[in-house]
Structure formats: structure tokens, C-alpha cells
């Protein structure tokens, strides 16, 4: 069955410091990868996407996340947190080259981030 | 343009009771997902829409879901009757059209957060 694993359950960073969240994803075909994020009290938002292409993708707000197909990762990362990164966050894949779309998620990540 | 809207917010009823949801997604996109995120769980997906047809229902739990699309427009999700596992909240999500559906942004609305006591 397709999953997605996300390791952290609840990460605690002070400003400045850098952040790797990680997502292992399980699916017999080729995905397409996802990060969301949820702001508190906001909508789900995407951060940024994979389809095909460079690996190494770029986001919004600095995030970016790499696509190792071999280890079936896709690892989001910052380089200098803020404190309004404060969120959840959501590694999520669908079926590529399908007609469906439906996102497969993991169970999130909440990121904390001491002023 | 208007983001993805759901009504009500916040819904409390007893098992037993019926309840619908309603979301409104972005105007022109065919689109149209339901989630479910129960606690300490992960967002699940429920079922697709395309227009006014449903794509894929494979993820609604059982038969007291029932949703739909009239006119491919909005769509409402009625649980009939409530039990004390539904609760969580519930998030719809639109994106446009395309043939490779997959690559699609999705579009989150805020989500209805669904307490049954």
C-alpha cells in the first residue's frame, strides 16, 4: 500500500538555525512529491513540488526539498529558520502521469521556533 | 480570486444526528477533493470530483458518507448517522482541469472541524 512517512513528530529550533524535515514515501510506481505547510489558523498551502527534472527543488519563503529516488526520500530544507516559520508541515505524493490526483500524506511535522 | 471556501467551521452534534458539509472551490476549477485529518492521524483522502461526476470514491469510509457535486459547482458532505469516529476536520481541495491531473496544485480550503459527542 502507498504511504508516506514523516520522522519527526515535533521538531523545536531556535531562529537561525537550520531545518531538515524528513519524508520517505513507499509506492511501487513514479510519484510526484509534495510539501505543504500549515500556518496557525491558516489553509494548507503548497511550499513546493517535484514532477520531473533537477532533484533539487526550490520553494517559497527559502524551503527547498531533494528528490533521491534511490532512498525514496524527498527532505525538505532551510538553511535559517524564523520564527514565523512556526507551522505544520506535510510531505505528501500522488500517482504521477494519473488522472486521479488524490495526495497520499504523512502524519505532518509540527516545527516550533524559539525567538 | 477567491480561495477555496467550506461552511461551517465548526460543527458539534450528537451520534445519531446528520450533518453536511459544504465546499466551495475556486471558481472554473473541475477539480474537487474531500479529505479527512482524524486526530493525531494523517490527512486521508475521501473522494474526487471532476466536474460533476465522481472520479474515485475509493476513500469514503463507509455508506452513511454521502457527497455530492450539483452542477459542478459546489459540493456538499452529509454523514448520516453521526457517529463518534467521524469526528476530525475535514478539508476540500480544488484544482484546475488538466489532463495529467496528478501535476495540479491543489487548493486547500480551511477546513470543517467536526466534533461528535
Known amino acids: 500500500a502507498q504511504s508516506v512517512s514523516q520522522h519527526n513528530h515535533h521538531v523545536i529550533l531556535s531562529e537561525a538555525a537550520s531545518l531538515e524535515l524528513g519524508c520517505n514515501y513507499s509506492y511501487g510506481g513514479t510519484v510526484n512529491l509534495f510539501w505543504y505547510v500549515q500556518y496557525p489558523g491558516q489553509h494548507l498551502q503548497l511550499l513546493l513540488k517535484?514532477?520531473?527534472?533537477?532533484?533539487l527543488v526550490k520553494g517559497i519563503k527559502g524551503f527547498e526539498a531533494e528528490f533521491i529516488k534511490s532512498k525514496f526520500s524527498f527532505n525538505l530544507r532551510k538553511p535559517s529558520v524564523q520564527w514565523s516559520d512556526t507551522a505544520e508541515y506535510f510531505c505528501a505524493v500522488n500517482a504521477a502521469n494519473s488522472g486521479q490526483g488524490n495526495l497520499i500524506f504523512g502524519k505532518g511535522t509540527k516545527l516550533s521556533v524559539k525567538p | 480570486e477567491a480561495g477555496v471556501t467550506q461552511f461551517p467551521s465548526h460543527s458539534v452534534i450528537e451520534k445519531g444526528q446528520t450533518v453536511t458539509l459544504r465546499c466551495d472551490p475556486i471558481s472554473g476549477h473541475d477539480n474537487l477533493y474531500w479529505y479527512r485529518r482524524v486526530m493525531g492521524k494523517e490527512i486521508k483522502f475521501l473522494l474526487h470530483f471532476v466536474k460533476e461526476s465522481k472520479q474515485d470514491e475509493s476513500g469514503m469510509p463507509n455508506n452513511r458518507f454521502l457527497a455530492e457535486r450539483t452542477g459542478g459547482t459546489y459540493s456538499t458532505l452529509k454523514v448520516q448517522p453521526a457517529e463518534l469516529e467521524d469526528s476530525g476536520v475535514y478539508f476540500c481541495a480544488s484544482s484546475p482541469f488538466r489532463l495529467a491531473g496528478s501535476t495540479d496544485t491543489q487548493y486547500f480550503g480551511p477546513g470543517t472541524r467536526l466534533t461528535v459527542l
Open positions: 517535484y514532477f520531473s527534472g533537477d532533484p
